[in-house]
C-alpha cells in the first residue's frame, strides 16, 4: 500500500526552485502606476525592502484598488521572510484581480510553506491551471502540494503533463519522490535515474525516496549505499536526519543486518516528533524479519496508540486514516482501528472512501452481512467519484476486503485504471469462487506484471493452488502450498493460507489426521483465532478424533460469543459437518443467506426440512435445480438426500445428472459408486470407485471403498492385506483404516469359530 510522505522542510526542492524564480525575477514595471508606487519598486530594485515595505503599505492606503501597489507590497513582504503577511497581500490582490498569474503562482508557492496553507495555494493553482492547462509551473508546484498531503494519484495525473514537456531537472526529481511514495518504484527508478543522467545529485529527503525505490525493486544492498554516506554528513537530528535513519533502518531489516537496523533506529525512539516514522519504519521491517515481526508489529501498534491518546489535537485525517489503516491489518487491532474509522467518517461524512473503509472492516471483523456489505458499497459508489485520488483510496479500501463476494466484482473491474495492483489479485479471487478459473488465471498474470505482483510471490501462489485443486491437479496444488510454506513468509496471513489450503486438500483426499495435524500447526502460529479452532474441530470430528458432542460444545461456544452475521468459513464447515438437527435451522438459515451455494448447507437444511415435511424437503431441492439447472450441487444435495431415504434410484439419477455434465467429477463418481454398492452392483461400483482413482489416486474415499468391495466379494484377506498396506503409505496413522481392519478381523475370526479378545471382556 501506498506510504505517506512527510516533507515540511520549505525550502527545498520545487518550492525553492520556484520561490527563487520569483524572488530574483525582474520586477513588474507599471508606466502607469502612481509615482508613490514606482518609487516603491525602485526600492526593492535598490535592495531597500524595508523602505519599500513602508512605501507600498502607504500607496495601498491612498490607492486601496491598485494591484500594482498590493503586488508590491506582497513582493516586499517576501524578499523581508514576512511569509504570513506576504500570503495575506498576494491575495488581496486576488481579490481585485482574479487571474493575476504571479499572485497565483506565488500562492501557490508559498501554500508549500506551511501545511495549513497547503489547500489554499492549491486552489489559487487550480485558477491558475484552468486558464492554463500547461502552465508546467504551475503543475510542478500543484503536483508538489498534491505530494505533502499525499495525494500521489492527484500529483502524478499533474506530473505526467509536466514529464511530457522536456521538464526542469527539479521537476523530475519531484514527480521521482511522489512516484516512489505512491507505490510505483519502476517508474521511480527510471525517473531518479534520468534527473541522475542530467547531472543533478540526489540528497537529502530524495535520497530516502530514491533508497527506498532500489530496494522496493529488489536491490537493498544500493539502498544501503545510497544512505549510509548521506547520514554520515548529517550532524544534528533534523528531520531530514530522522526521516534518513528510519529508511536506512528498513534497508539494513531488508539485507538481514537486524542488529544495525534497530540500532540506527534506536536514537528516533522515545522522541515525540518521531513516533509515526519510527512506527512506519518497524512495520516495513517486519515484512524483512521474521524472527523479530511479532515485536516489531506490537512496538508499532504501541506508538499507533500513544500518538492517538497524547496528542489527538495535532491529528489529521489522514494521519488517523494511515494509523487506522495499520492497526486494521492485526486482528488483536481491528476493533481499535474500526473505532477510528467511525470518528473521522464523523468528522468527514462526505468522503466515501471513509465510508468504504469502515465498512469493510465491520465486514471483516463479522459485525454486518454480506447484503448490508452491498448496500453501502453501491451507496457510497454510486455514482464513481470524478476525482481520480478519491478513486485510488477507495480502491485502495475495497483490496483490504477479505476474500470478497463475487457480486462485488464489477466495482473493483471499474476501479482497474487507478493502478492498484492488488485489485488483479482480489479480482483473482473472485473469479475462482465464480469457478472461471482461466479468468482467474488472466487477473493473476496481470498481477504479477507489477511490481507489487513481483514482490508478492508467495500470494499469487497461493491462488494457484487452489486453482490447480479445482482443476482437480491435487498435486500441483500441494506442491504449491509446500513450497510456501518450506519460504516461511512474513507475512502469517499468506503462510497461514498456505497452511489451511494443504488441510483442505488432505481433508479432500480423506488423510484427516493429517489435516487435522496442519490445523495444530496452524493454532500455535494464531493462538488468539477462535475461528482456527472451529475449523481444527471440524476436521477432529469428521476423523473421529473428537466425539459429537465434543464438537457440538466447540461450536456452541462459538455461538455464545459471536453474532450471526460472523460466518467464517470454519464455522460453514463446522455446522455442516454435524448431523442434521432441527435445533439448529436458524443456523442453516443465516449461514446460508451468507452462503446460498454452499451443497453441505444446503444438505443440512433440507434434512432437516424433511423431518417434519419431506414434501417441502422436495420442493426446495426441485426449486434448487430448476433455478439452475448447470448447478451440480444442487444434484449433489438431491443425491444425498435420497440416498438417505433410501431411494437410490433418485439418487442414482442425480448423480448421473453431474456426470453427464461432468464426466470427471470425483465425487460424483465415488458417490454413484456407493448407490451402486448398496444395491449389491459391485462390478458397476468397482468400475466407478476405479475411474475416481484414475483421476484422484490418493482419494482415499474411493481406496476404501475398492477395498470394501474385496471384503464384500469374500476375499477377506486381500482386503486385509490392502488395508495394512494403505496404513503403511499414510504419513499419519488413520483411525478410520485401523478400525475397518478390526472389523474385517473380527468377521474374518468369527467365521471360522473364534471370539475376539476383545469381545470376551
Not at 514529464?163 to 518504484?185: C, F, K
Not at 473503509?357 to 448496500?375: D, M, P
Not at 494457484?464 to 502469517?492: F, H, M
Not at 477395498?707 to 483411525?735: C, D, F, H, V
Request: net charge negative; aromatic share 6%.
Amino acid at each position: 500500500m501506498s506510504q505517506i510522505m512527510r516533507v515540511r522542510n520549505r525550502h527545498r526542492y520545487i518550492s525553492a526552485f520556484l520561490t527563487g524564480c520569483l524572488l530574483l525575477a525582474p520586477l513588474p514595471a507599471f508606466s502607469q502606476a502612481p509615482n508613490s508606487v514606482r518609487s516603491g519598486y525602485t526600492l526593492l530594485n535598490e535592495g531597500l525592502v524595508n523602505q519599500a515595505i513602508d512605501q507600498f503599505t502607504a500607496a495601498v492606503r491612498q490607492y486601496p484598488s491598485s494591484v500594482e501597489a498590493r503586488l508590491g507590497l506582497a513582493i516586499a513582504y517576501r524578499r523581508a521572510g514576512r511569509n504570513a503577511e506576504a500570503l495575506q497581500a498576494y491575495e488581496s490582490v486576488l481579490a481585485i484581480d482574479s487571474q493575476n498569474r504571479l499572485a497565483l503562482l506565488s500562492v501557490g508557492t508559498l501554500g508549500g510553506y506551511r501545511q495549513q496553507w497547503q489547500e489554499r495555494g492549491i486552489a489559487a493553482l487550480d485558477t491558475l491551471i484552468s486558464l492554463d492547462p500547461n502552465d508546467a509551473e504551475a503543475l510542478t508546484q500543484r503536483a508538489l502540494l498534491y505530494g505533502y498531503q499525499g495525494k500521489f494519484a492527484a500529483a502524478i495525473a499533474d506530473y505526467e503533463i509536466v514529464l511530457r514537456n522536456n521538464p526542469p531537472a527539479e521537476a523530475v526529481l519531484g514527480a521521482a519522490q511522489v512516484y516512489a511514495y505512491s507505490g510505483d518504484y519502476d517508474t521511480s527508478l527510471d525517473l531518479f535515474n534520468q534527473y541522475q543522467r542530467s547531472g543533478g545529485r540526489i540528497t537529502g529527503d530524495a535520497a530516502t525516496a530514491y533508497a527506498r525505490s532500489l530496494r522496493e525493486t529488489g536491490n537493498p544492498s544500493a539502498a544501503v549505499q545510497v544512505l549510509e554516506p548521506q547520514l554520515r554528513q548529517l550532524r544534528e537530528l533534523n528531520g531530514v536526519a530522522i526521516r534518513t535513519r528510519a529508511e536506512l533502518a528498513i534497508d539494513y531489516a531488508a539485507t538481514g543486518q537486524r542488529d544495525r537496523a534497530e540500532q540506527t533506529l534506536e536514537p528516533l525512539q522515545g522522541r515525540t516528533d518521531s513516533r509515526m516514522i519510527v512506527a512506519r519504519s518497524l512495520i516495513a521491517m517486519s515484512r524483512y524479519d521474521a524472527q523479530s515481526s511479532a515485536r516489531y508489529t506490537n512496538l508499532a501498534i504501541a506508538l499507533f496508540q500513544n500518538i492517538l491518546t497524547r496528542t489527538p489535537q495535532y491529528l489529521t485525517v489522514s494521519i488517523g486514516q494511515e494509523i487506522a489503516d495499520s492497526l486494521s491489518a492485526y486482528p488483536q487491532t481491528q476493533d481499535y482501528a474500526l473505532e477510528i474509522y467511525r470518528q473521522l467518517a464523523q468528522q468527514q461524512p462526505d468522503d466515501r472512501s471513509l465510508q468504504i473503509q469502515q465498512a469493510v472492516l465491520e465486514r471483516n471483523l463479522g459485525q454486518i452481512s454480506r447484503a448490508t456489505l452491498q448496500q453501502r458499497l453501491a451507496a457510497a459508489l454510486q455514482p464513481l467519484p470524478s476525482d481520480a485520488y478519491q478513486q485510488k483510496v477507495i480502491a485502495q479500501a475495497l483490496t483490504r476486503l477479505d476474500a470478497p463476494d463475487p457480486g462485488l466484482l464489477p466495482y473493483y473491474q471499474s476501479l482497474l485504471d487507478t493502478e492498484v495492483p492488488l485489485l488483479y489479485f482480489r479480482i483473482a479471487q473472485m473469479q475462482i469462487q465464480r469457478n472461471d478459473l482461466a479468468a482467474a488465471r488472466t487477473a493473476l498474470t496481470a498481477y504479477d506484471a507489477t511490481s507489487e505482483g513481483r514482490r508478492s510471490q508467495e500470494a499469487t501462489l497461493l491462488l494457484l493452488a487452489e486453482i490447480d485443486r479445482r482443476e482437480g491437479n491435487l498435486e500441483a496444488s500441494v506442491q504449491r502450498y509446500e513450497t510456501i510454506i518450506s519460504r516461511a513468509p512474513s507475512d502469517a496471513g499468506i503462510f497461514s493460507g498456505a497452511l489451511q489450503g494443504l488441510a483442505g486438500i488432505r481433508q479432500s483426499q480423506g488423510r484427516l489426521p493429517e489435516a487435522v495435524a496442519v490445523y495444530d500447526r496452524l493454532l500455535q502460529l494464531n493462538p488468539q483465532d477462535d475461528r482456527l479452532l472451529l475449523g481444527r474441530a471440524s476436521l477432529a470430528y469428521q476423523a473421529k478424533l473428537i466425539s459429537q458432542a465434543e464438537a457440538e460444545a466447540v461450536l456452541d461456544r462459538w455461538l455464545a460469543s459471536h453474532t450471526l452475521t460472523d460466518t467464517s468459513p470454519e464455522l460453514v464447515s463446522l455446522t455442516a459437518a454435524l448431523p442434521a438437527d432441527p435445533r439448529r435451522e436458524a443456523l442453516y438459515t443465516a449461514l446460508l443467506q451468507e452462503n446460498p451455494e454452499s451443497p453441505a448447507l444446503q444438505l443440512r437444511y433440507v434434512q432437516v426440512l424433511a423431518t417434519r415435511s419431506p414434501a417441502q424437503a422436495q420442493a426446495y431441492v426441485n426449486r434448487l435445480i430448476a433455478n439452475d439447472p448447470a448447478n451440480v450441487s444442487a444434484y449433489f444435495v438431491q443425491g444425498e438426500v435420497a440416498q438417505t431415504q433410501g431411494n437410490l434410484s433418485l439418487a442414482s439419477r442425480a448423480y448421473q445428472a453431474i456426470l453427464e455434465q461432468d464426466p470427471q467429477n470425483v465425487d460424483a463418481l465415488s458417490a454413484l459408486g456407493g448407490v451402486r454398492f448398496q444395491q449389491r452392483r459391485y462390478d458397476s461400483a468397482s468400475q466407478l470407485y476405479t475411474s475416481a482413482l484414475e483421476l484422484e489416486p490418493e482419494n482415499a474415499i474411493a481406496q476404501t471403498a475398492l477395498i470394501s468391495l474385496t471384503a464384500a466379494q469374500g476375499k477377506r484377506l486381500t482386503a486385509i492385506e490392502q488395508l495394512e498396506a494403505l496404513q503403511q503409505s499414510a504419513a499419519i496413522a488413520n483411525p478410520d483404516l485401523a478400525r475397518q481392519q478390526q472389523l474385517l478381523e473380527e468377521g474374518f475370526l468369527q467365521q471360522r469359530g473364534f471370539q475376539p479378545p476383545w469381545e470376551r471382556f
